[in-house]
């Protein structure tokens, strides 16, 4: 057991520069609209109920548990229960429940899920050596993460591994595979917490966690400081450094004070808990509002790719569904004389990785091109556009998910009954046949709905980040935006096509 002080053991503050920001007036307390430069936001925390019960010890690890014992209950009914995979408590609640309601809590909340992921929860209560009480000791090495490393780019490869896996061996249509699955994000996950410091796992190697904090831009809700200049006076900084019995020091070492996204913060809601000020907000704010205000010193290439291969992903994910695809797939082996298993691979790798940033890196070429007269290099133009597409990849992910958490998820119903497919009706519901609440018109009529909504907000962000990198509405400005704005309609319109194509079963 390390003899280290918890809250000593990071000193400094992250890596990410510093931007300058403006002066607002002191205050002495949690304001209804946080900060005054920002009256369309709505602080939560000026109710005393809400901060109450989030400046509460016990408060993550009473919304932890449950889903620590669902997923242990996932891992039993992997390996104990039926193979049938409509029929197991750990595919359905996986794959069906969570997988596809998850991404729904993105665009509220942000990285909610990140403050209840049972992974991080026994990963940080074996570190921490403690369910909730704060203690000096921390059981673990207490590394600090390679400099090399501290990046989206490992945690993009494992979530394209993490879907290569699923689509070539089935992990969605196995309970066996499905609780393998767990227990390696499980064991990953206190591994890393064993020898490095902090919730290092989340912040650079969770296969979910890159896309949850690229997808959390959009959501409406946020966690800010309240007042700037209240930080900037108050020099113990103990929302980095912990404080005593209250709380310990933010577990991604992000600095409240310097948080101008929701990519790394993962509403653990341990700042709210030191802060001595009462100066965290949890605010409401509008959807999209990370995303037109991006600040250009905290951006890095390895968010741009995650951003652009999210693109990719979620339309891939659809189009393996349709019926043609396999015709497809067929027809590309005979041709090329490979194996299946290659050419799955091959399509993999091109549909998710190679045309998105393909498409989009001559898409910024041909940007930077058209809007001559403007010193802004490819480079650049890459990094900030990439953010006008993650509305359209995040509404495509949630038209995906919405035909399988409404349509399918009443097959939870029965197989809380009988978790293990073994004849149990503990509740009287094993016998039940429930139909989808919505015809397949409406949920179409949804996805549909949705796709157009990402693209609106596509169209939005593109005129506000071309805005601030072109300057006012000149004719450079529009032959600049013009080649952002036809691969933004031309990947919806083609969204649209493949959700209009009629489906093969799931799985």
């Not at 609209?33 to 936001?41: M, S, V, Y």
Request: some cysteine.
């Amino acid at each position: 057991m390390s003899k280290q002080k918890s809250t000593t053991l990071t000193k400094e503050l992250p890596e990410s520069p510093r931007r300058p920001e403006g002066t607002c007036p002191a205050q002495t307390g949690p304001s209804l609209t946080g900060d005054p430069r920002e009256p369309n936001k709505l602080n939560l925390l000026a109710n005393p109920y809400i901060r109450r019960l989030l400046r509460w010890r016990g408060f993550q690890f009473a919304i932890q548990l449950p889903n620590v014992l669902v997923y242990l209950l996932v891992i039993v009914t992997g390996f104990y229960g039926t193979q049938t995979s409509t029929q197991n408590f750990a595919t359905v609640v996986t794959w069906i429940i969570w997988w596809a309601a998850i991404v729904f809590t993105f665009v509220f909340v942000g990285r909610l899920w990140c403050l209840m992921c049972p992974f991080s929860a026994m990963a940080e209560w074996l570190q921490r050596f403690s369910l909730w009480a704060v203690r000096k000791e921390s059981f673990g090495l207490n590394w600090k993460w390679p400099l090399k490393l501290r990046n989206l780019y490992l945690a993009t490869a494992m979530f394209l591994l993490l879907t290569w896996v699923d689509n070539r061996y089935g992990l969605v249509g196995s309970p066996l595979y499905t609780a393998y699955f767990v227990l390696v994000i499980l064991a990953a996950a206190i591994v890393v917490a064993l020898l490095f410091e902090r919730r290092t796992f989340c912040r650079y190697v969770c296969p979910i966690g890159g896309l949850i904090g690229t997808y959390a831009l959009f959501a409406s809700a946020e966690l800010r400081v309240a007042d700037r200049q209240i930080c900037r006076g108050h020099k113990e900084k103990n929302c980095l450094l912990g404080s005593g019995t209250v709380g310990y020091g933010c577990p991604v070492r992000a600095y409240p004070g310097d948080i101008d996204s929701n990519y790394s913060c993962t509403l653990c809601t341990e700042c709210i808990k030191t802060c001595p000020k009462n100066n965290i907000a949890l605010n409401v704010r509008p959807f999209g509002h990370d995303l037109v205000n991006l600040n250009e010193k905290r951006l890095g290439l390895d968010m741009s790719i995650l951003a652009v291969v999210l693109l990719g992903l979620p339309t891939y994910q659809t189009i393996i569904m349709i019926t043609p695809w396999e015709g497809w797939m067929q027809a590309i082996q005979q041709f090329t004389g490979l194996s299946s298993q290659i050419v799955f691979s091959l399509v993999f790798l091109v549909s998710t990785l190679a045309i998105p940033v393909g498409l989009f890196l001559g898409t910024t070429f041909v940007t930077r091109l058209l809007a001559h007269g403007h010193d802004v290099t490819h480079r650049r133009l890459f990094i900030n556009f990439a953010y006008a597409f993650v509305p359209i990849g995040l509404m495509m992910h949630l038209a995906h998910n919405v035909k399988h958490l409404l349509g399918e998820g009443q097959t939870i119903i029965p197989v809380l009954s009988d978790p293990f497919g073994w004849g149990w009706n503990l509740f009287g519901t094993s016998k039940l046949q429930l139909s989808s609440l919505f015809s397949t018109d409406v949920l179409t009529a949804m996805q549909f709905g949705l796709l157009l909504l990402g693209q609106g907000f596509a169209v939005y962000v593109s005129y506000r980040i071309g805005h601030r990198l072109f300057g006012g509405r000149g004719k450079a400005f529009l032959r600049g935006l013009a080649p952002i704005l036809v691969l933004a309609i031309t990947w919806s319109v083609f969204n649209l096509w493949v959700l209009s194509q009629p489906l093969m079963e799931r799985h």
